[in-house]
């Protein structure tokens, strides 16, 4: 495996040299390629150990940068995508016959997003191409949630990571057949909140609340007797 994390530059360059990607996604750690290069295409599916009748996601920069691969779409359908992209919703749309056969199965649909993630947009910036993305862990195991073990899993020499922040999504990406509008899997847009993000809100709060009542005593030209309390099972605050 490459020996040092790569930064959003060099992991450009990695995808276009033909090689592995460990990247940071909405919510989980993923791997990924340059989608229209099969030999990175196929070595994918055998770092993941997965099945070849399962596709993958394909991210991607806009719908431009995929409009000669897929069939042609009406207003609705372009407006529809405007609602959803970017972020965590998945469109499966029908291809076209100028699709690279190992990009094919036999829905006749490939699955596309465009990301809403910070890391990711900034990597479309130096990569002009489509991605695969997939989760980076065995086929059928849990995720990874932790860079290390990532790199121990994936210990190959055409492996790197793009090692930047991974996003808060808990569920996977929506997923909407375009055609029909019909939602095959929900999920997308839940949140999970960290510790750190806890503590900040609440030191928030808590200031807030002292500023009002400097604020009140103030005005009053009195004081109030203050009574910082907490509960073990978590929360906490001001009486006054």
């Known amino acids: 495996m490459h020996n040092n994390s790569l930064d959003v530059f060099s992991s450009a360059d990695w995808l276009a040299e033909g090689k ?3 990247h940071p996604t909405e ?10 290069n099969e030999s990175s295409f196929l070595r994918v599916y055998e770092l993941k150990k997965r099945p070849r009748n399962k596709s993958f996601i394909l991210l991607i ?3 431009e940068a995929v409009q000669k691969y897929i ?9 529809f995508i405007n609602t959803v992209w970017p972020g965590p919703t998945t469109l499966l749309v029908d291809y076209n016959d100028k699709t690279p056969d190992h990009l094919r199965n036999d829905s006749g ?3 596309l997003r465009v990301s809403n993630h910070y890391p990711i947009i900034q990597l479309f910036k130096s990569f002009n191409g489509i991605m695969v993305s997939t989760s980076a862990n065995i086929s059928g195991e849990k995720n990874i949630d932790n860079a290390g073990k990532l790199i121990k899993i994936f210990n190959q020499e055409d ?12 569920k ?21 909140i ?4 806890v503590v900040e809100v609440r030191n928030f709060l808590l200031e807030l609340q002292n500023n009002i009542i400097s604020m009140i005593c103030s005005y009053d030209n009195s004081e109030f007797n203050k009574d910082n309390w907490s509960r073990d099972e978590g929360g906490g605050g001001i009486t006054c």
């Open 194 to 197: 960290n510790k750190d993000q």
């Open 159 to 170: 492996v790197g990571l793009y090692n930047d922040k991974l996003g808060n999504n808990i």
């Open 71 to 79: 069939k042609n779409l009406d207003k609705i359908d372009l407006n």
């Open 61 to 63: 920069k806009s719908y």
């Open 109 to 111: 649909k490939i699955a």
């Open 172 to 192: 996977p990406s929506r997923i909407i057949d375009l055609l029909t509008k019909k939602v095959l899997r929900e999920g997308g847009g839940v949140q999970k």
């Open 20 to 22: 592995i990607l460990l």
């Open 27 to 36: 919510g989980v750690w993923g791997i990924g390629c340059d989608a229209l």
